[in-house]
């Protein structure tokens, strides 16, 4: 069972029910629960949609766009139904934010699913897990088997008129299903090879409908927000960054876990004070501050605040809030080699650049590591990743390219050092069937 | 209401995929879930298990391939009773995650996707399972084992050995 953390700089909104047995029904009806659906079916769609672009919220999936205005696109009338589809694909390399929400709070996943398919007009809602979550798979079904049972699902719910259904699904392993398109491709039953854009999800999507594909994070945070005001909300974060969200902190820090944070928090005071700082009182080298596809920030560049705008203008990406922190002990080029290993192991293969570039990529490291290097091998590797860049019709090829970039730029010399035969001094890696390219 | 009269899969879950296919707007949506579940059944994608799916869902053997191929959870061959699945992904590997890898090869005698001659364990890197802050991490078949020291993990192996026997 992963261990909750908890520290007084957290401002627990989303997380707030974690830990309180919640997945029971009845505990989560007296912890305010199914409230912020009653107020959703009383006040419609058009407040629903006013309080949630009024909050200030954007996409908890990395691209952080804002869900009110997300919603809003979806056109009012259609004539094929509408859907749902929340995205608990969770797969972007030190992200776990989303095993807490469907291991604690299943309810607020279900409710939120109800309040943006009541915001769009759709009956219909699906909750996809990846395939590895299977025993939060079993906690969200169970849990809306119980909504059903109290007539908050299905027919006529919560005596208001309106129908809706929610099915859980399973992913059976792969990341890219991460991304909308390629997650509705997926839950139609195919590959999951992204779509060409537009059409947008929102005009045509599942089934080629009009769909709303959120973050499960998102999705859980809408019930709570309803609850407590959007204003009230939009308020703990900061400009343009509404409320909270969950970090996941991990790697070479005392107190690793998932913290929720005001947006806009300190990614120093992150790291140092909520994290209890780099373990073993040794020195920070690098930190991955949003998921592995985020490129890399030096020590001297972490007094950032933890927002989307903030990140983005500091060169790197808020990303998934998957912070992963390395230790001056941590070998960067294996670092990077392990992270491009990853993106190889994941492209879909539909774009050249993504399937050929992640595949030179991971062949030029492995050899460089190895100490197999040779000069040109590094601009080889930053002209790789930068041929990668816009060149894919899903985000994974940038995923890949991006902190490829960043770590050759920032850790330069580092690859320098593993020039002329010299292996790395301090493989974690170390095995040999990763020394050689096959 | 099943389609298919000899069914390979046991009462419950050929139950369970008549339910499964009528649950989503299109039948081919069940697809994914029900190669899974059969594999949890059968303990790996059979060719029976692709033929029977693919009657199931209404499409030829050969998409349910192009699908299947496409999945890293789905496999084609059979695995150990307890399926070793070690996350080697940065977080983990920060943690020591190829330790754990190593002691796993080195403890069970294989190397990666491997079984062990009883067909008691098998062992795998895997990608990201999303227990990063709780690295290092490994699934045994579903369950998760996380915050793994060396000891730890031995004990871990240990119950799953032991659970065997029994």
Same mark, same amino acid.
């Given at each position: 069972?992963?261990?909750?953390?908890?520290?007084?700089?957290?401002?627990?909104?989303?997380?707030?029910?974690?830990?309180?047995?919640?997945?029971?029904?009845?505990?989560?009806?007296?912890?305010?629960?199914?409230?912020?659906?009653?107020?959703?079916?009383?006040?419609?769609?058009?407040?629903?949609?006013?309080?949630?672009?009024?909050?200030?919220?954007?996409?908890?999936?990395?691209?952080?766009?804002?869900?009110?205005?997300?919603?809003?696109?979806?056109?009012?009338?259609?004539?094929?139904?509408?859907?749902?589809?929340?995205?608990?694909?969770?797969?972007?390399?030190?992200?776990?934010?989303?095993?807490?929400?469907?291991?604690?709070?299943?309810?607020?996943?279900?409710?939120?699913?109800?309040?943006?398919?009541?915001?769009?007009?759709?009956?219909?809602?699906?909750?996809?897990?990846?395939?590895?979550?299977?025993?939060?798979?079993?906690?969200?079904?169970?849990?809306?088997?119980?909504?059903?049972?109290?007539?908050?699902?299905?027919?006529?719910?919560?005596?208001?008129?309106?129908?809706?259904?929610?099915?859980?699904?399973?992913?059976?392993?792969?990341?890219?299903?991460?991304?909308?398109?390629?997650?509705?491709?997926?839950?139609?039953?195919?590959?999951?090879?992204?779509?060409?854009?537009?059409?947008?999800?929102?005009?045509?999507?599942?089934?080629?409908?009009?769909?709303?594909?959120?973050?499960?994070?998102?999705?859980?945070?809408?019930?709570?927000?309803?609850?407590?005001?959007?204003?009230?909300?939009?308020?703990?974060?900061?400009?343009?960054?509404?409320?909270?969200?969950?970090?996941?902190?991990?790697?070479?820090?005392?107190?690793?876990?998932?913290?929720?944070?005001?947006?806009?928090?300190?990614?120093?005071?992150?790291?140092?004070?909520?994290?209890?700082?780099?373990?073993?009182?040794?020195?920070?080298?690098?930190?991955?501050?949003?998921?592995?596809?985020?490129?890399?920030?030096?020590?001297?560049?972490?007094?950032?605040?933890?927002?989307?705008?903030?990140?983005?203008?500091?060169?790197?990406?808020?990303?998934?809030?998957?912070?992963?922190?390395?230790?001056?002990?941590?070998?960067?080029?294996?670092?990077?080699?392990?992270?491009?290993?990853?993106?190889?192991?994941?492209?879909?293969?539909?774009? %050249?650049?993504?399937?050929?570039?992640?595949?030179?990529?991971?062949?030029?490291?492995?050899?460089?590591?190895?100490?197999?290097?040779?000069?040109?091998?590094?601009?080889? %590797?930053?002209?790789?990743?930068?041929?990668?860049?816009?060149?894919?019709?899903?985000?994974?090829?940038?995923?890949?390219?991006?902190?490829?970039?960043?770590?050759?730029?920032?850790?330069?010399?580092?690859?320098?050092?593993?020039?002329?035969?010299?292996?790395?001094?301090?493989?974690?890696?170390?095995?040999?069937?990763?020394?050689?390219?096959? | 209401?099943?389609?298919?009269?000899?069914?390979?899969?046991?009462?419950?879950?050929?139950?369970?995929?008549?339910?499964?296919?009528?649950?989503?707007?299109?039948?081919?949506?069940?697809?994914?879930?029900?190669?899974?579940?059969?594999?949890?059944?059968?303990?790996?994608?059979?060719?029976?298990?692709?033929?029977?799916?693919?009657?199931?869902?209404?499409?030829?053997?050969?998409?349910?391939?192009?699908?299947?191929?496409?999945?890293?959870?789905?496999?084609?061959?059979?695995?150990?009773?307890?399926?070793?699945?070690?996350?080697?992904?940065?977080?983990?590997?920060?943690?020591?995650?190829?330790?754990?890898?190593?002691?796993?090869?080195?403890?069970?005698?294989?190397?990666?996707?491997?079984?062990?001659?009883?067909?008691?364990?098998?062992?795998?890197?895997?990608?990201?399972?999303?227990?990063?802050?709780?690295?290092?991490?490994?699934?045994?078949?579903?369950?998760?084992?996380?915050?793994?020291?060396?000891?730890?993990?031995?004990?871990?192996?240990?119950?799953?050995?032991?659970?065997?026997?029994?």
């Amino acid at each position: 069972m992963p261990r909750l953390v908890s520290h007084p700089d957290e401002v627990k909104v989303l997380s707030s029910r974690f830990g309180k047995g919640a997945t029971d029904i009845d505990k989560y009806i007296a912890l305010d629960g199914y409230k912020a659906t009653r107020m959703a079916i009383e006040k419609g769609p058009e407040w629903i949609i006013a309080e949630m672009k009024a909050s200030g919220l954007r996409g908890r999936g990395g691209a952080g766009f804002p869900t009110g205005m997300k919603w809003s696109f979806v056109p009012k009338q259609s004539a094929k139904p509408k859907y749902v589809l929340v995205n608990g694909d969770e797969s972007e390399p030190g992200t776990c934010k989303d095993h807490l929400i469907f291991l604690h709070d299943p309810h607020a996943v279900i409710e939120g699913t109800i309040i943006a398919g009541l915001a769009i007009g759709s009956k219909m809602g699906f909750i996809y897990l990846r395939g590895e979550y299977r025993y939060l798979l079993n906690i969200m079904e169970k849990a809306v088997a119980d909504a059903y049972d109290r007539g908050y699902l299905g027919k006529n719910i919560f005596g208001s008129g309106l129908d809706f259904d929610i099915v859980t699904h399973t992913g059976a392993g792969a990341y890219e299903v991460g991304e909308e398109s390629a997650l509705m491709e997926s839950l139609e039953g195919k590959r999951g090879v992204p779509r060409i854009k537009p059409p947008f999800p929102a005009v045509v999507g599942l089934y080629g409908g009009p769909t709303v594909i959120n973050n499960a994070e998102t999705i859980a945070t809408a019930p709570h927000i309803l609850v407590m005001g959007a204003e009230k909300y939009a308020k703990i974060g900061s400009e343009r960054n509404g409320g909270t969200r969950l970090f996941s902190i991990s790697g070479h820090v005392e107190r690793p876990g998932v913290y929720e944070l005001p947006m806009g928090f300190s990614l120093r005071k992150a790291i140092y004070e909520v994290a209890g700082g780099v373990h073993m009182g040794r020195a920070l080298k690098a930190v991955v501050p949003g998921g592995s596809s985020t490129p890399v920030l030096l020590p001297d560049e972490i007094d950032v605040g933890l927002d989307f705008d903030q990140m983005g203008k500091a060169g790197t990406m808020l990303g998934s809030g998957g912070i992963v922190v390395c230790d001056d002990q941590t070998c960067m080029v294996e670092f990077a080699l392990r992270t491009i290993k990853f993106y190889q192991h994941e492209s879909c293969g539909w774009c %050249i650049p993504c399937r050929e570039g992640t595949d030179w990529l991971k062949k030029t490291l492995t050899r460089f590591h190895a100490g197999g290097g040779v000069k040109k091998d590094i601009d080889n %590797i930053k002209y790789l990743a930068e041929n990668m860049m816009g060149r894919t019709f899903c985000p994974l090829g940038d995923a890949a390219a991006m902190p490829t970039l960043g770590f050759v730029k920032k850790f330069r010399q580092e690859f320098e050092d593993h020039l002329d035969g010299k292996p790395c001094p301090h493989a974690l890696m170390g095995e040999p069937e990763f020394a050689g390219v096959h | 209401m099943s389609e298919v009269t000899n069914t390979i899969f046991s009462p419950a879950l050929a139950a369970r995929f008549d339910k499964l296919v009528t649950i989503y707007p299109v039948r081919r949506s069940a697809l994914v879930p029900m190669l899974l579940y059969a594999q949890d059944e059968i303990g790996y994608v059979s060719d029976a298990v692709v033929a029977e799916v693919a009657v199931r869902i209404g499409i030829n053997e050969l998409e349910v391939r192009n699908v299947l191929s496409y999945y890293s959870l789905l496999r084609t061959k059979p695995v150990g009773k307890h399926h070793v699945q070690v996350c080697t992904n940065i977080s983990c590997m920060l943690k020591g995650g190829y330790e754990i890898f190593g002691h796993c090869k080195q403890r069970l005698g294989i190397g990666n996707k491997e079984t062990t001659p009883d067909g008691e364990f098998s062992l795998e890197e895997v990608e990201c399972i999303g227990a990063c802050s709780w690295g290092p991490a490994i699934q045994v078949n579903y369950d998760f084992h996380d915050e793994l020291t060396i000891e730890k993990l031995d004990k871990v192996l240990d119950k799953y050995a032991k659970g065997s026997k029994k």
